[in-house]
Every structure is written in C-alpha cells, then in structure tokens.
C-alpha cells in the first residue's frame, strides 16, 4: 500500500479525535436540550469541533513526512501537540468572548504535564495503532 500516505497519515491522525468530540458535543447536547442546563455550547464546541482533529491528522502527516530522516518516536512527537493547541484554544476562546475562571492560570501549569502524559499514550498507542493499520508506520 505506497499509494496516497499523506493521505492515510491524515485519516489515521484523524481517528480518534473525530470519535471524542463527537461523544463530548452529544454529551452536552443532551445535558442542555434535555436536561436544560444553561451552558454556551456553540461558544465551546467549536474549536474542538473545527480544529483539533484537522492538527491531529496534520501532526501526524508531519511525522510521516520525516521518514527519511531519522525522527522522534511518535508518543513524544504526539506529546509536542498540546503546545499548539493550548494557545490556539486560549486565542479562540478570548476571540469568542469566553469567560474563564480567575484561577486559569494557575490551574493551566498543574493540567500541562498529566495533558502531555495523556498525549503521548494516545500518540503512542491510539494513533500508532492506527498508523500501522493504514500502513504509514
């Protein structure tokens, strides 16, 4: 299978994140259609509904394109991921007008290392799994 392997990195990167965030906008669809609690879910949903997908699989074209040079293993290139992501999310969501809480800050630098953790056993794992089913490995 040598055809198109930008194009199979981009769905194997593309997997798992698609699957979460459609569990978490059901998840807060039936909680505020059903169980009316009052929460912005357009404002939230739509940085991860838009975005995190597309930078996963665009991470993990970016791994497969460095086959010929010697790269890092993909849990720790997947484990960089998150020092994209948080910035774009805190852009977007002050873009959007989101409220966040006084203690944001703080809370950011004890949550960064367990999301990096996180990140490289789903890279390592989820998304190596995935890469070698579609052949980019």
């Known amino acids: 299978m ?3 392997p930008y194009l ?5 990167g593309i ?3 698609t699957m979460f965030v459609l569990a978490i906008f059901g998840f807060f669809c039936v909680s505020r259609f059903v169980y009316n609690i009052e929460f ?8 991860p509904l838009a975005l995190v997908p597309n930078l996963w699989g665009a991470w993990n074209v970016i791994y497969a394109a460095q086959r010929s040079h010697r790269r ?3 849990g720790i290139h ?3 991921l998150p020092a994209i992501l ?10 959007l007008n989101f409220p966040f809480p006084s203690y944001f800050v703080a809370a950011f630098w004890l949550v960064l290392p367990g999301l ?8 390592k794992y989820l998304v190596g799994f995935f890469n070698a089913m579609l052949g980019v490995a």
């Open 78 to 80: 997947g484990a960089l």
């Open 2 to 4: 040598s055809t198109h």
């Open 40 to 47: 912005p879910i357009e404002r939230f949903v739509i940085f």
């Open 116 to 123: 990096v953790i996180i990140y490289y056993l789903l890279w």
């Open 72 to 74: 890092l293993p993909l």
């Open 86 to 95: 948080l910035p774009l999310a805190f852009v977007v969501a002050r873009a």
């Open 15 to 17: 997997v798992f994140p």
């Open 8 to 12: 199979r990195a981009y769905m194997a």
